[in-house]
């Protein structure tokens, strides 16, 4: 290994704190979904680095299922920005917001 496990981890926990700040900061339906996968990506990197840390491949392949997952909650998310930029004109979060019954 290049680098050890605490560089590893200190890079996810760095994007997952960018991740966070964005879904905080942004008022874009768009921003917040990329902020949401760079989040999930920390924690892929977290599992893929304890997995090489204890010379195991258990960690990799759950990345690997969670992986899969995320592009079919992406995909989901990102019918729910269409149907709403068709109602709304518009992707901001506050048109989400007044679509409730």
């Known amino acids: 290994m290049i680098f050890g496990l605490q560089a590893y981890l200190s890079l996810a926990a760095i994007l997952f704190c960018t991740g966070v700040y964005g879904v905080l900061v942004h ?3 768009v921003g917040v979904l990329v ?29 690997l299922i969670a992986m899969a997952l995320t592009v079919v909650e992406v995909v989901v998310a990102l019918a729910i920005v269409v149907l709403l930029y ?16």
């Open 86 to 101: 068709r109602t709304t004109k518009d992707i901001a979060l506050d048109g989400a917001r007044e679509m409730k019954g």
């Open 35 to 63: 902020s949401v996968e760079l989040m999930a990506n920390a924690v892929n990197l977290n599992l893929v680095a304890f997995s090489r840390h204890a010379e195991g491949v258990g960690g990799q392949v759950f990345a």
């Open 27 to 29: 008022r874009n339906a």
